[in-house]
């Protein structure tokens, strides 16, 4: 076969090659683009142990809308981390005495209260100074925390107490336990009734609490081993 046959038979199979890869190359582009214009990406990682020392396992999250920041606090590192809501930037470093469990927002008062599940003890946090103003006691391992914006009160669950703590937002100081179920691990507000709702991980109940006298209102038989809640504010009738 001369040398001319054989670039002719060359140029046409490289042809049919590009021919049939064409199309996987367009779909390819086309999938590309539609994941860039519908799907979510990463914006930014902070890293927690820095300059500001390390907190390790970070497992609590609560945003202050009065100050624009995200209040971050973990099991190891003893402390709360401040992240500028703007620049994600750390602004804060705030000593507390213990592994954290929870955080919530008073933003009526503009304090921050920590459950220090160790410790037997919630921290109060001055927002607008991110500084430590009091440390209020409640039973053993508090682990979970509501804000009541109706009556000004921080609700703590107290998971091997069986019972949670009531501390006034204005002075810090507890106004009441309430006895609950077995292991309560978790906790929420509902505004329109001005009731709480305590979820007893041990009893499998959740326990309703009246926000204006602290009194149980009533307890709910659930599923075994209940372990969240959250408040839906749209009627259901």
Known sequence: MSLDCVLRLSVRTIAS?????????????????????????????????DSFGGLLQPQSLVYDSVHNAVYVAGDAGDCVIVLDGSSGQRVARIPICGPARALCVNPRENKVYCANENNECVTVIGSAANSVIATVPTGIFPNALCYNSQDNKVYCANDSSTSVTVIAGVVDSVVATVAV????????????ENQVYVANYGSGSVTVIAGNSDSVVTTVTVGANPIALCYESMSLG
């Not at 367009?26 to 214009?37: E, G, H, P, T």
């Not at 179920?181 to 329109?192: D, L, T």
């Open 17 to 49: 090659h590009i021919r049939a890869v064409r199309p996987v190359a367009v779909l390819l582009a086309i999938c590309c683009c539609l994941s860039a214009v519908s799907g979510q990406w990463l914006e930014e990682t902070i890293y927690l142990p």
């Open 181 to 192: 179920g077995s292991n309560p691990r978790a906790i929420c507000y509902n505004p329109a």
